[in-house]
């Protein structure tokens, strides 16, 4: 059986469960917690329980994945831009799957789908692949995710593998989910953290949840393949070995027509993304008023960097909505990131958990942004904005 | 026509806090609301309904959500505020699911239902964040998929043209009926009620239905009908050690250009 169990014996009617549910699916009455038809099975009361009263009871779950130890090896699906090179969240994964590969003494295979341009094997090899199954086929542009889905549901059924990681652009998170739901196994999304367990030998996926506010570890235990997106700039590249030698593997053509269709192409004018950014000046309601903007542009060009904001400058009509960066904007992970006059909400911050260096500049000392800030200045930012661009002209001269 | 908008009940807000002396997690004083994503999916099926309807097309529009019976007073209010129908997944059996196991639940209500020629989704839900329902669900129905739509461009019988994000940038593609849309909050923001909507919601059919009532599979729903397991969870610590520097705003931006160079090279 499945469900919360309480043993009435050792409650103390203490409502931390009630206080730690977030549906009211336990309540407690005549100094006894009792369980309601609200509960979701989360489990916070068995957390939050201080007498040990709660356990969550989980049913055998019944492996579908027959003979869990036939699934071997870990698969990289990487992913192609429009010029036909693989994007570089493929050789971020390729580096981490190395490792996931060698911990469970496994080959890490790379899937290279559609037309790729030149050389993309060779260096999906080079940064650590020992084979590259490569389905050339123009149909699989990237536009009707349902067929790049039924061409590695239709592989891993197949060949088997343990896990299969994907990037999560735009397209990975269209992708990875049809193939789940056609393999019926479990998925992780956006996952900062990928982990062998050396006990168990499973994949211990580890993911923010609640906007950044919860880290959740998750596993497949009785399902194959265990499956994990995770976002551009999590992870880094290894550098490439030239001297690797693997092999490359040509799979047929998928049997089966596109449904979607472009009818207008990205246009060229949309700009850069700030989502890839190397380096992103943000910008929040602290740099006051919309005549700072110029300024500001001014320091993201000497710095190489892409302009990205807070909600409120959107909603002000100061940027538009693809500069917005946090929950409902875009996640960013940029080498390098200048946030100025941001209080850090925390909506914001979900939104740049992946930046590896950030620099704080605000008037306010207790803002949130410097708890996830590197570095920090605390003063009027417009001052200290116009000094930081006379240095960095001085420097660049 | 027929549009199922698929809602999601999130907490009020996603703000998590550690209780300091039992060191668990406090979720206390969080109404639920509707997943401000699927507002935006409720609205772009309603304005597709008032077009249709305005052309002298029948069209209804039927909003599906999986949750604890508390969850009828959002389905509730989304026909105070157009929808025309409204059903409720809610069953102990449920609880507990993952992606996998909720998109089989909703999968099996949206079967139980006349026969779908549009069904949306918010882009993603603002606790879990996975943005998976949409496309499993396509999966599920081997329906064509597209997400993060910010805007309806037209709809014809036989298909649907549509502007959504992509790698490349935004991009307009066309699918065919029937296929499954996420959409992006910035596709459109949804209604207030009318007052006569309140009075007709307060009637309003919300079907409740069980597992068994929609023919979902024991073993592929709730807790232990779902492949991924949380083995732990925990606040992560923001107390990262901030450096701040002091100073005149020159002195200060002189040590920022320091790290700004370190970093660069």
């Not at chain 1, 206080?19 to 068995?46: D, K, Y």
Request: hydrophobic share 45%; with cysteine; charged share 20%.
């Amino acid at each position: 059986m499945t469900g919360i169990v309480i043993d009435a014996e050792k409650c103390v009617g203490c409502r931390q469960c009630e206080r730690a549910c977030a549906s009211a699916g336990i309540v407690v009455e005549n100094r006894t917690a009792r369980v309601t038809e609200s509960c979701t099975l989360c489990g916070a009361c068995v957390d939050a329980c201080p007498v040990g009263t709660v356990e969550l009871v989980r049913g055998s779950a019944a492996a579908r994945a027959e003979d869990l130890g036939t699934w071997r090896n870990v698969w990289v699906y990487c992913q192609l831009d429009a010029s036909g090179a693989p994007l570089s969240v493929a050789f971020e994964l390729l580096g981490r799957g190395r490792e996931l590969a060698d911990a469970r003494g496994e080959n890490l295979v790379a899937l290279l789908a559609g037309t790729p341009a030149p050389g993309s094997a060779e260096a999906l090899i080079a940064a650590g692949a020992d084979e590259v199954l490569l389905c050339e086929d123009g149909r699989l542009d990237r536009v009707d995710a349902s067929l790049e889905a039924e061409l590695v549901a239709h592989l891993a059924q197949d060949l088997r593998p343990e896990i299969i990681l994907y990037g999560a652009t735009a397209f990975g998170r269209e992708l990875a989910p049809q193939v789940a739901v056609r393999l019926e196994t479990g998925l992780t999304a956006d996952c900062t953290v990928l982990e062998i367990n050396p006990e168990t030998g499973l994949l211990e996926q580890t993911r923010p949840a609640f906007g950044g506010n919860l880290m959740a570890t998750i596993t497949c235990p009785a399902h194959r393949p265990q499956m994990a997106t995770v976002r551009p700039g999590i992870f880094s590249a290894p550098a490439a070995d030239p001297a690797r030698r693997g092999q490359v593997t040509r799979i047929a053509p998928v049997a089966r027509e596109p449904r979607v269709r472009i009818v207008e192409k990205a246009s060229a004018r949309s700009g850069p993304s700030i989502a890839e950014a190397e380096r992103l000046v943000v910008l929040g309601r602290g740099i006051g008023s919309k005549k700072s903007l110029p300024l500001m542009r001014r320091l993201a060009e000497l710095l190489d960097a892409e302009i990205g904001c807070t909600r409120p400058l959107v909603e002000a009509g100061w940027l538009e909505y693809p500069h917005q960066v946090g929950q409902t904007g875009v996640a960013v992970a940029p080498k390098l990131l200048v946030s100025i006059g941001v209080s850090g909400a925390i909506q914001h911050l979900a939104g740049i958990g992946g930046a590896e260096t950030v620099i704080a500049i605000n008037e306010d000392p207790e803002a949130p942004i410097f708890s996830a800030a590197r570095y920090g200045a605390v003063g009027d930012c417009i001052e200290i904005v116009s000094a930081l661009v006379e240095q960095l002209e001085k420097s660049t001269r | 026509m027929h549009v199922v908008v698929c809602i999601k009940a999130v907490p009020g807000s996603t703000e998590v806090k550690m209780d300091p002396e039992t060191h668990t997690i406090v979720r206390d004083g969080r109404e639920a609301v509707i997943n401000p994503f699927d507002a935006s999916a409720l609205e772009l099926a309603l304005e597709l309904a008032d077009a249709r309807r305005a052309a002298g097309e029948d069209c209804s529009v039927t909003v599906v959500s999986m949750g604890i019976p508390a969850t009828e007073r959002i389905l509730r209010d989304a026909c105070a505020r157009g929808a025309t129908d409204a059903l409720l997944l809610s069953d102990r059996a449920f609880a507990g699911a993952d992606t996998l196991a909720t998109c089989h639940a909703l999968a099996c209500g949206i079967r139980a239902l006349p026969a779908a020629d549009l069904i949306l989704c918010g882009k993603m839900a603002v606790d879990g964040d996975t943005a998976q329902i949409g496309p499993e669900l396509a999966g599920a129905f081997d329906l064509p998929c597209v997400t993060d739509v910010s805007e309806l461009v037209g709809t014809g019988d036989e298909s649907i043209v549509v502007r959504c994000g992509s790698d490349e940038g935004p991009v307009a593609v066309e699918a065919p009926l029937p296929c499954v849309l996420t959409v992006a909050k910035e596709a459109a923001q949804l209604r207030m009620p009318s007052i006569a909507g309140v009075r007709a919601a307060e009637d309003a059919p919300v079907a409740v239905r069980g597992a068994e009532d929609v023919g979902a599979d024991p073993a592929r729903i709730g807790l232990s009908g779902s492949p991924t397991q949380v083995v732990h969870c925990f606040v992560p610590d923001r107390s990262g050690a901030v450096r701040l520097f002091d100073g005149s705003a020159e002195e200060q931006a002189a040590a920022l250009a320091g790290i700004i160079e370190e970093v660069r090279s």
